[in-house]
């Protein structure tokens, strides 16, 4: 059973940038691709990015292309979303989710953190 804890939420303006980290509880996690999700309030939840551990691959939703910044460091079993010019719409929990599945982008994984609040409002 992999552990995900994420951190780094937290209540900004738009244009205000925030960096979100993941931490597994197992380094085999690591195997396999990282995503982060976002469930917007009243919504479904959505992929955001995913990251391969080795060879550092990225792939990203359209709505956070050019904005956001998903990275892994290996030796601290640690995903990273760095997220820049943040908007409104970008108001959500997010998530991070191990061992992902079923090709590139993967479709499914495994395990799931709790999730960490991001709040975008003037």
């Known amino acids: 059973q992999v552990q995900l804890v994420e951190s780094g939420g937290g209540a900004v303006h738009p244009g205000d940038s925030l960096r979100l980290s993941c931490v597994a509880s197992e380094r085999t996690s690591t195997y396999y691709p990282t995503g982060w999700f976002r469930q917007p309030p009243g919504k479904e939840r959505e992929f955001v990015a995913a990251?391969?551990?080795?060879?550092?691959?990225?792939y990203y939703a359209d709505s956070v292309k050019g904005r956001f910044t998903v990275s892994a460091d290996y030796a601290k079993n640690t995903v990273y979303l760095q997220m820049n010019s943040l908007k409104p719409d970008d108001t959500a929990v997010y998530f991070c989710a191990a061992r992902g599945r079923g090709g590139w982008p993967p479709y499914q994984y495994d395990f799931w953190g709790q999730g960490t609040q991001v709040t975008v409002s003037s």
């Open positions: 990251v391969k551990w080795r060879g550092g691959d990225t």
